[in-house]
């Protein structure tokens, strides 16, 4: 799974900008827009208004968490019956992430119950996982859709009110719906190399204070090369630490097949300064 969506994302990430700054933060002054009746045509406008919609924690440079997975409910949908014992070593097993903005996740795993039959390909499976998770986490969830208005193309009005904004980076096409909200709802990527789409979804705080943005809950990434196409799904909630809002309980995986649900736990972070 995780090569080809690596690579839908080294494209998309490149198609968006390729200046964009890890400590990159909205005014505070900005707060989520009310739907409006036309949103602005004019690029700054669009751009701030994008920015304020929804949460991203601009300044988080790495996040450290054990990870939590729930075999039990994989082997279900898998409708499979493990052994007592195999599940009971594999419910044993720790598992610790770091992940740093820009670079490879790091994944250690420590079988307190002893090892497992197989425990090569599980481990190689669960780094797939974990780090494909996080390869859509930093471009996606975590960094700005657009950094400035030089980033913006052409935007074109819809009838509802919404606006499709048009960029076009090294022969590669990024085509952004934004809803009467300013939240980015629909993303179309056309390059030589393969087509995809991500719809985000997006929920407002639990507890929302003066401030406080609506999150991105779920993502549906679609990515066609060829005549081949795969469909990922991924839902999750947030815990806060520290000044930031970091994944919870995580559901990822592909449409149809499988998905593996795991918790974050324990995290500690780092972070830049906020820029000036």
């Excluded at 036309?38 to 406008?45: G, I, N, Q, S, T």
């Excluded at 601009?58 to 898998?78: G, K």
């Excluded at 030589?192 to 401030?211: E, V, Y």
Aim: hydrophobic fraction near 40%.
């Amino acid at each position: 799974m995780a090569h080809k969506l690596v690579l839908l994302l080294l494209i998309l990430a490149a198609t968006v900008s390729s200046a964009q700054q890890a400590g990159t933060k909205p005014p505070d002054s900005l707060q989520p827009a009310s739907p409006v009746d036309v949103l602005p045509r004019d690029p700054a406008k669009l751009a701030m208004l994008i920015s304020a919609s929804y949460y991203r924690p601009d300044e988080l440079s790495s996040i450290d968490c054990n990870i939590s997975m729930d075999w039990a409910a994989l082997f279900t949908a898998l409708k499979q019956t493990p052994p007592a014992d195999r599940l009971a070593l594999l419910q044993a097993l720790k598992i610790h992430s770091h992940a740093a903005r820009g670079k490879e996740t790091e994944i250690t795993f420590d079988w307190a119950g002893g090892p497992v039959d197989g425990k090569e390909q599980i481990e190689s499976g669960l780094k797939q996982t974990v780090s494909g998770f996080y390869q859509m986490y930093w471009p996606l969830l975590a960094t700005a859709l657009f950094k400035d208005a030089a980033e913006l193309g052409r935007v074109e009005p819809l009838p509802d009110g919404s606006v499709k904004v048009y960029t076009v980076s090294e022969g590669n096409s990024l085509v952004v719906t934004v809803d009467k909200s300013g939240q980015p709802v629909h993303w179309v990527l056309d390059s030589a190399a393969m087509k995809g789409t991500i719809d985000p979804h997006f929920t407002p705080s639990p507890n929302p204070r003066l401030g406080d943005l609506s999150r991105i809950s779920s993502l549906n990434v679609v990515e066609q090369i060829g005549t081949s196409s795969m469909n990922v799904k991924l839902d999750m909630d947030y815990q806060p630490v520290d000044k930031f809002f970091l994944p919870r309980k995580v559901s990822f995986g592909i449409v149809g097949a499988y998905s593996l649900k795991m918790e974050f736990i324990g995290c500690t972070v780092s972070h830049s300064s906020p820029a000036l």
